[in-house]
């Protein structure tokens, strides 16, 4: 069954929503995630001035796919918020924290140390249990009678564990990238020292991942083998980060953002090669879970008003902060 | 009741949904409010009018921000908890919520930014234009909300197919007969929530003999806006008891703790249902009052929960308790506005020290009226989760252990706990130093972030800041 031009136009939509939150709150939960490797009270306020106009915005992204996911998807919504009932928990617990953390840890010199732990530990479980569940779909969703059929923690597994580091390591480089673009001086330099090593890192987390711990007889489940070309995107990812280690001598302040969003990109591309037709891999299509016709439609209209006035709207305060954050 | 995945699964939604619901209702009255006030200084050119604005200003930034943080949470509850239910209406009710989600984000994305943070950019009509909007953007978020709940009440417009429960005519899934009752009952009850918070943030004031001039401007409005809308929301209530014995005579029964059928029917005051017995203990009734309420003549004939098979009553305890808190809430409003009117015309309200206390202390009998009268419609509507289709049962996600939900629930009321206490702290501190300042925001913040709006800083992180372009 081939999904309607309907069904296409929205798994676009949510395809698109995820890649924008990945990347843009990718980088915010980074910068959270190196602001718990350094002690230095200027690093830290300076990597939070960094991201203080966006943070926020960049959850909308989140929400939109889980939005559009029920609406659209409501058979995918149901399996994996039920297949992934305790990462869901813990990406909202912190969430919740970080945007507490935030917004308090100024606001109080005796609570300050609670809060930047919980801004630290809230970023890297976010990461952690967003690596988790990419890893868990790669190993397929057991689905049965159009409901999850598996067990509550059937989501860790070696294999997901090192996806979790991965992307925990890897919204870290994100992060890395954004403060070289974002600051200067001192905080510049910290951020530079550590780009390479997260690009090294994350390079080798994927090798162990899988070479050692994915089970790749999975993939005769997927349409992979008619899609020799998806290959090209995974080389495309490695070469990225070989890229960022390379070039990280150069001192080209955009490069290692760029090369980062690449990465992500071309892993992102990877993944979808991997699992199309499949919106849950690898049991249930994009054609079979779309919601039906009337309700896609229903629910365009509103789409096609509200998501291009979001992405405006983002665009215009990425805009209105721009260049070099500099404290006066 | 068993403590099983089903049970807790229910405590949580009712726990998640109950805390969330606070802060929705309070920021549609806030916009609501904000965008009369601002009005009446459009039209007055009061200065007061503005102090009194950008003091409500911070506040509703606070209360619009917690609610998007426990709004976020909503909108995974229904696949963690009721995956099978978003399966099989996820088609009608994934869409409605999905509107709401939208709506939200178009309001954050325009207006609510122009009022945040234009108010130096913008001419003055076209400022008061955005307070408007943002008070309609969150009267139409409303509006999915209670779409979305009515048609889970009385479903209409869908037709099933493979069991699954789709839409068949969108016009009578959200305008139906019900919707139409049930959204100005709750714009209503946010209203009056709103406006009871600033008649007893105004009663406070003079009690402590600070801000006078803000507080009367506070007393003299919430005060007259309560006492003109309390009338039509008990005229609402009315009718959305009528749809109730009309279309959900179980949960009427249940509200009314009329055991067996009766005619003509008395009306229970006040009792202590006994669901084991089905009886109700220390009942205080009136004969024959039952009859007139809800059919409107002494004689008629009231249908009892006996009537229905065992396996489709509601519980009774839950939603008589319930109905009748929330309607003494009501009341408690009616005569707090009128009273508090007619000490104003007689110019005795700023004197009148025990009933500034009493104004003051009514302050959440919104919030309870409105949590009280949300159990009533959802536990009144048990065993359905979808009256009539889908029963909540059947309709809970099927791989979830009790241990898995029992730890879940357990970390919610924790993480609430310490948000709430936040949260409520900082509404705290700031009604209670009353109007000081103009509100700024701080730089280099965004309508996305408008928890940073309330207070003063040099930077949202605390220190000074320089944008270079």
Not at chain 2, 228 to 238: A, E, M, S, T, Y
Not at chain 2, 448 to 453: D, F, L, V
């Amino acid at each position: 069954m081939e999904p309607s031009h309907l069904a296409l136009f929205w798994a676009g939509a949510i395809a698109c929503a995820i890649l924008v939150y990945v990347i843009l709150d990718g980088f915010d939960l980074g910068v959270g995630i190196l602001f718990g490797t350094t002690r230095d009270e200027a690093h830290r306020v300076g990597m939070l001035d960094t991201i203080a106009p966006f943070w926020d915005g960049n959850e909308t992204w989140l929400v939109v796919t889980a939005a559009g996911l029920f609406a659209a998807f409501p058979d995918a919504y149901a399996v994996f918020l039920g297949a992934f009932y305790f990462p869901v928990l813990l990406l909202l617990f912190g969430l919740i924290f970080r945007g507490i953390a935030f917004e308090f840890r100024f606001r109080s010199e005796r609570m300050r140390h609670v809060w930047d732990w919980g801004f630290f530990l809230g970023s890297t479980v976010v990461a952690f249990v967003q690596g988790a569940a990419i890893g868990a779909i790669m190993r397929g969703i057991p689905v049965a009678d159009g409901q999850y059929a598996g067990g509550s923690w059937d989501w860790l597994h070696p294999f997901t564990i090192l996806t979790g580091i991965g992307l925990v390591l890897g919204y870290a480089l994100l992060g890395a990238g954004w403060l070289v673009l974002k600051s200067e001086g001192e905080l510049r330099d910290w951020a530079y020292r550590r780009v390479r090593w997260l690009a090294l890192g994350v390079l080798i987390v994927l090798l162990v991942a899988f070479t050692v711990t994915f089970d790749y007889s999975v993939l005769a489940r997927s349409d992979l083998s008619l899609r020799p070309w998806g290959l090209a995107f995974p080389v495309i990812g490695v070469i990225a980060l070989l890229g960022i280690l390379v070039g990280a001598r150069s001192d080209r302040d955009r490069l290692p953002f760029a090369m980062t969003v690449l990465f992500f990109l071309a892993a992102f591309l990877s993944l979808i090669v991997m699992f199309w037709p499949y919106m849950i891999p690898y049991s249930v299509t994009v054609a079979s879970a779309a919601a039906p016709a009337s309700t896609l439609r229903f629910f365009f209209y509103g789409g096609v008003v509200v998501l291009p006035v979001i992405a405006v709207y983002t665009i215009a305060v990425y805009w209105v902060f721009r260049g070099k954050v500099r404290r006066g | 009741m068993e403590l099983d995945a089903f049970f807790l699964s229910r405590i949580q939604f009712a726990f998640v949904v109950a805390f969330h619901i606070i802060f929705p209702s309070f920021t549609i009255g806030l916009a609501a409010w904000l965008a009369t006030i601002e009005g009446a200084r459009l039209a007055t050119g009061n200065a007061l009018y503005r102090r009194v604005f950008d003091f409500w200003l911070k506040v509703f930034a606070v209360s619009f921000g917690m609610g998007v943080v426990t709004g976020i949470v909503m909108a995974f509850q229904f696949g963690t908890n009721w995956s099978v239910l978003a399966q099989k209406t996820g088609s009608i009710q994934g869409p409605l919520l999905g509107y709401e989600t939208l709506t939200a984000f178009m309001l954050e994305a325009t207006f609510f930014g122009v009022m945040l943070l234009g108010r130096e950019r913008v001419s003055p009509w076209f400022y008061f234009f955005a307070c408007c909007m943002v008070s309609l953007g969150t009267m139409a978020s409303s509006f999915w909300i209670l779409a979305n709940n009515s048609w889970m009440q009385v479903p209409l417009g869908h037709t099933i197919v493979d069991g699954r429960i789709i839409p068949a005519d969108w016009w009578a899934i959200t305008t139906g007969p019900i919707m139409r009752l049930r959204w100005p009952h709750m714009l209503f009850a946010a209203f009056l929530t709103t406006g009871m918070c600033v008649t007893a943030t105004g009663a406070w004031y003079v009690l402590r003999g600070v801000h006078r001039a803000d507080a009367r401007v506070m007393l003299h409005w919430g005060l007259g806006l309560v006492a003109v809308l309390i009338p039509i929301q008990l005229f609402f209530g009315h009718l959305t008891g009528l749809y109730v014995l009309h279309y959900q005579p179980a949960k009427f029964a249940a509200i009314e703790a009329r055991w067996k059928t009766q005619q003509p029917a008395s009306e229970v005051l006040l009792a202590i249902p006994d669901e084991a017995e089905k009886r109700n203990l220390f009942a205080i009734q009136i004969p024959k009052l039952g009859s007139f309420i809800a059919s409107g003549n002494w004689t008629a004939l009231e249908t009892g929960l006996e009537t229905f098979p065992l396996d489709d009553q509601p519980p009774v305890l839950i939603p008589f308790l319930s109905f009748r808190i929330m309607v003494g809430m009501g009341l408690i409003m009616l005569a707090v506005s009128w009273f508090g009117n007619f000490l104003r015309l007689r110019g005795r309200l700023e004197t009148t020290r025990w009933f500034l206390w009493g104004a003051f202390l009514a302050f959440p009998v919104g919030f309870i009226a409105i949590i009280a009268g949300w159990f009533t419609a959802e536990v009144g509507r048990q065993p359905w989760v979808v009256y009539g289709l889908l029963r909540t049962r059947d309709a809970v996600t099927p791989s979830l252990a009790t241990d898995d939900v029992l730890v879940s629930l357990i970390s919610y009321v924790l993480v609430y706990a310490l948000v709430y206490s936040f949260g409520a702290y900082y509404i705290f501190t700031l009604l209670r130093d009353g109007p000081t300042g103009e509100a700024r925001a701080i730089p280099g913040t965004t309508a996305s972030r408008p928890m940073a709006y309330a207070d003063t800083a040099d930077s949202a992180t605390g220190g000074r800041l320089r944008i270079d372009g």
